[in-house]
């Protein structure tokens, strides 16, 4: 099975742009999360999808969106950028079924810098 | 407030010993526990669970364990080899059912010496 991907891997943009991130998740898995890593905050929970639903939501400004097509793909969008936004996005992929525990498995990551 | 705790930023160990990462929690919401090793600009890589009816779980060199009364858990490898060297993550998720979102804890940097 291919793993998560994610594109673009790298992305300059300036301060009050907006930016969109796309994450393709494993064949299957239904469930998509996304994660900011920052190295003064860590690894942060922004929001998961499942069945085209926001279903989990962290502690991020409005600024920060995402949605899920029906093929379970993901897009995160963060409108109005700020210095602080400048990170490591994660997304993750799981099965997603609720009672039953599973592990997420990650993309590698975009690498957003905001200037 | 952080839930989850990794108390050593980072560890040093001679290769074939055995590497002990600890991590803290807070949240006795949490009921599933997840250990991810990461390299630099890649994204973090599935280690090993385990689920809070369980205190043990073990998969080749990498055991961890639980104890729910201290609300800590630990992971250990043995025997260590220099691959191993990376950061790794502790993570929580809960209540039951709810995976889709981790709770991380900030990493420990293991490096594993020849």
């Known amino acids: 099975k291919a793993g998560v991907t994610q594109t673009p891997r790298y992305l300059i943009k300036t301060r009050g742009q907006q930016v969109t991130l796309s994450c393709s998740p494993i064949s299957g898995h239904r469930s998509v999360s996304w994660y900011q890593q920052t190295p003064g905050q860590g690894l942060q929970f922004l929001f998961e999808?499942?069945?085209?639903?926001?279903?989990n939501k962290g502690n991020f400004p409005g600024r920060f969106s995402g949605r899920q097509f029906s093929n379970s793909r993901s897009e995160m969008n963060v409108s109005t950028l700020e210095l602080g936004d400048s990170a490591l996005y994660l997304c993750?992929?799981?099965?997603?079924?609720?009672?039953?525990?599973?592990?997420?498995?990650f993309g590698p990551g975009t690498r957003l810098t905001v200037l | 407030d952080q839930q989850v705790k990794q108390n050593s930023p980072s560890l040093s160990v001679q290769e074939g010993r055995i590497s002990i990462l600890n991590c803290d929690y807070t949240?006795?919401?949490?009921?599933?526990f997840l250990w991810y090793k990461k390299y630099p600009a890649e994204g973090p890589t599935f280690l090993i669970s385990?689920?809070?009816?369980?205190d043990k779980n073990e998969d080749g060199r990498f055991t961890v364990f639980l104890n729910k009364s201290a609300k800590h858990l630990s992971l250990h490898i043995v025997p260590s080899q220099p691959g191993d060297s990376a950061v790794y993550f502790c993570?929580?998720?809960?209540?039951?059912?709810?995976?889709?979102?981790?709770?991380f804890g900030q990493g420990t940097t293991l490096q594993v010496k020849p």
């Open positions: 993570a929580a998720s809960g209540p039951s059912g709810n995976t889709g979102k981790l709770i």
């Open positions: 993750a992929s799981s099965p997603g079924d609720r009672g039953y525990l599973n592990e997420q498995f």
């Open positions: 385990i689920s809070s009816i369980k």
């Open positions: 999808y499942f069945s085209e639903t926001q279903r």
């Open positions: 949240n006795s919401m949490f009921d599933y």
